[in-house]
């Protein structure tokens, strides 16, 4: 019999002590997936990719800013066409076919038909021959090209900053070398810009990395503004942002070289914003560029178990009582309200805290009602905890540590979770059954046999 009894107070205690290994407040965590379809992009707005041959993946690029005749042969020897035909430098094809040798390793397929390679030939020459891809979004290493009512104009991206490119160029009858910084936008705004010419073939940027909320929430009100952002792709030269919910694509648009995107109010769901970064030849297309969030617009849910923080419901009047409650998701403040014997004693806000501290007060029967707010409304769930106080001395039931006149398994649990340092030690008298002074597994044992009826 013995034995048996020392088989069940084993079980019992390897149960109670997974229950109290258990978290006290485990949080509700949101997690949502939208679904992706991977599109081609060769189409994409501002960039056109033909299935031009001749382009391929070089060496890095190395920007060029000043020029030593002595160390360009491209320019001045007879690798290069227009210097061949006496038309050398300076000269704005002669330098950008020679560029664009120097970028390639070897000569490039750009308009030397006879009587027609003047620079304003080149851009239809390019698509009428699909030579290179084209587009109008600036990349390293293409050749920008003008109509005029001259011999129109070409010229080299070396740098791209921002709104601003930095090419390198010549002019006939005019400077040998030099370098012009022009804006993006005010260069696509000119009536007699073609666009670019992708001699110089990019792969396209790697995904942009770290999108994310500025604020770090992934729970928002219908009524918010939400803050993007992510870090560079570093060959990147335009981002653009799609915005999806409940896995449908909403719409997508460019925002340059900004690395960030604020969206407009919208109504409930469950979203993901995704980012894509492009240059001459093409975009990333990988959909773990994005980040997941929600949006709500009714009251939150009613906050989940409302308790006292030492586990008991009978206090003395000259006590305080620690109260505490799991967060309701969408909830952005908290109101707590105190019940004695049927009447409401106060309310008050707590804000965003999840607990709450009541003063010493008399002796009565009492009610904790906890309700979660936002912006839409309060829970209306009844969410609360009950518990009484008394003000004069009260015989103390050894083992009774909830103190409600019984002792139970629950008692033994609160001993033990006491014991493990998982809640403070409170009711130290009923809790310390053998009067060490302290509240140990040995206390939880004797208090099991108490329930049990075999003390």
Same mark, same amino acid.
């Given at each position: 019999?013995?034995?048996?009894?020392?088989?069940?107070?084993?079980?019992?205690?390897?149960?109670?002590?997974?229950?109290?290994?258990?978290?006290?407040?485990?949080?509700?965590?949101?997690?949502?997936?939208?679904?992706?379809?991977?599109?081609?992009?060769?189409?994409?707005?501002?960039?056109?990719?033909?299935?031009?041959?001749?382009?391929?993946?070089?060496?890095?690029?190395?920007?060029?800013?000043?020029?030593?005749?002595?160390?360009?042969?491209?320019?001045?020897?007879?690798?290069?066409?227009?210097?061949?035909?006496?038309?050398?430098?300076?000269?704005?094809?002669?330098?950008?076919?020679?560029?664009?040798?120097?970028?390639?390793?070897?000569?490039?397929?750009?308009?030397?038909?006879?009587?027609?390679?003047?620079?304003?030939?080149?851009?239809?020459?390019?698509?009428?021959?699909?030579?290179?891809?084209?587009?109008?979004?600036?990349?390293?290493?293409?050749?920008?090209?003008?109509?005029?009512?001259?011999?129109?104009?070409?010229?080299?991206?070396?740098?791209?900053?921002?709104?601003?490119?930095?090419?390198?160029?010549?002019?006939?009858?005019?400077?040998?070398?030099?370098?012009?910084?022009?804006?993006?936008?005010?260069?696509?705004?000119?009536?007699?810009?073609?666009?670019?010419?992708?001699?110089?073939?990019?792969?396209?940027?790697?995904?942009?990395?770290?999108?994310?909320?500025?604020?770090?929430?992934?729970?928002? /009100?219908? +009524?918010? &503004?939400? !803050? *993007?952002? @992510?870090?560079? #792709? %570093?060959?990147?030269?335009?981002?653009? $942002? =799609?915005?999806?919910?409940?896995?449908?694509?909403?719409?997508?648009?460019?925002?340059?070289?900004?690395?960030?995107?604020?969206?407009?109010?919208?109504?409930?769901?469950?979203?993901?914003?995704?980012?894509?970064?492009?240059?001459?030849?093409?975009?990333?297309?990988?959909?773990?560029?994005?980040?997941?969030?929600?949006?709500?617009?009714?009251?939150?849910?009613?906050?989940?178990?409302?308790?006292?923080?030492?586990?008991?419901?009978?206090? /003395?009047? +000259?006590? &305080?009582? !620690? *109260?505490? @409650?799991?967060? #309701? %998701?969408?909830?952005?403040?908290?109101? $707590? =309200?105190?019940?004695?014997?049927?009447?409401?004693?106060?309310?008050?806000?707590?804000?965003?805290?999840?607990?709450?501290?009541?003063?010493?007060?008399?002796?009565?029967?009492?009610?904790?009602?906890?309700?979660?707010?936002?912006?839409?409304?309060?829970?209306?769930?009844?969410?609360?905890?009950?518990?009484?106080?008394?003000?004069?001395?009260?015989?103390?039931?050894?083992?009774?540590?909830?103190?409600?006149?019984?002792?139970?398994?629950?008692?033994?649990?609160?001993?033990?979770?006491?014991?493990?340092?998982?809640?403070?030690?409170?009711?130290?008298?009923?809790?310390?059954?053998?009067?060490?002074?302290?509240?140990?597994?040995?206390?939880?044992?004797?208090?099991?046999?108490?329930?049990?009826?075999?003390?």
């Amino acid at each position: 019999m013995k034995f048996k009894l020392k088989a069940a107070f084993a079980v019992i205690l390897a149960a109670l002590m997974a229950l109290a290994a258990v978290p006290v407040s485990a949080l509700p965590r949101f997690e949502a997936e939208a679904e992706f379809v991977n599109e081609p992009y060769s189409n994409h707005p501002r960039v056109q990719i033909s299935s031009a041959s001749q382009s391929e993946p070089t060496k890095n690029f190395v920007p060029r800013l000043s020029m030593s005749p002595a160390t360009a042969p491209s320019y001045y020897t007879t690798l290069n066409y227009f210097y061949n035909i006496g038309y050398g430098m300076p000269n704005c094809t002669a330098y950008a076919y020679g560029r664009a040798y120097e970028i390639l390793g070897h000569a490039p397929n750009l308009c030397t038909t006879p009587g027609r390679a003047s620079a304003k030939y080149w851009w239809d020459y390019n698509i009428d021959n699909n030579c290179y891809p084209y587009g109008r979004t600036p990349a390293l290493g293409a050749v920008a090209c003008w109509t005029s009512s001259g011999n129109g104009h070409v010229a080299v991206v070396e740098r791209i900053d921002g709104d601003y490119i930095t090419t390198s160029e010549s002019a006939w009858n005019g400077q040998y070398f030099f370098t012009t910084r022009r804006s993006i936008s005010g260069l696509l705004n000119n009536s007699e810009f073609q666009g670019f010419i992708y001699v110089y073939q990019q792969n396209p940027p790697a995904a942009p990395a770290n999108v994310h909320t500025v604020s770090g929430r992934t729970l928002f /009100s219908c +009524d918010e &503004y939400i !803050d *993007f952002a @992510w870090n560079a #792709s %570093e060959t990147a030269t335009t981002y653009w $942002v =799609y915005m999806w919910k409940d896995g449908v694509e909403l719409y997508g648009t460019e925002v340059g070289n900004c690395l960030c995107f604020t969206s407009a109010p919208t109504s409930a769901g469950n979203y993901t914003l995704v980012v894509r970064a492009g240059n001459g030849a093409g975009f990333s297309n990988d959909p773990a560029s994005s980040v997941t969030f929600r949006v709500y617009d009714s009251p939150p849910t009613a906050p989940t178990n409302v308790h006292t923080v030492s586990g008991r419901t009978s206090f /003395s009047c +000259d006590e &305080y009582i !620690d *109260f505490a @409650w799991n967060a #309701s %998701e969408t909830a952005t403040t908290y109101w $707590v =309200y105190m019940w004695k014997d049927g009447v409401e004693l106060y309310g008050t806000e707590v804000g965003n805290r999840l607990c709450f501290t009541s003063a010493p007060t008399s002796a009565g029967n009492y009610t904790l009602i906890v309700r979660a707010g936002n912006g839409f409304g309060f829970s209306n769930d009844p969410a609360f905890v009950t518990f009484r106080v008394y003000d004069s001395p009260t015989a103390v039931t050894p083992g009774d540590v909830d103190s409600n006149g019984t002792v139970t398994i629950s008692d033994a649990l609160l001993a033990l979770r006491m014991a493990m340092g998982i809640i403070p030690v409170a009711n130290l008298e009923a809790a310390d059954m053998n009067g060490d002074g302290t509240v140990s597994v040995t206390d939880a044992l004797s208090i099991i046999r108490v329930s049990l009826g075999t003390a």
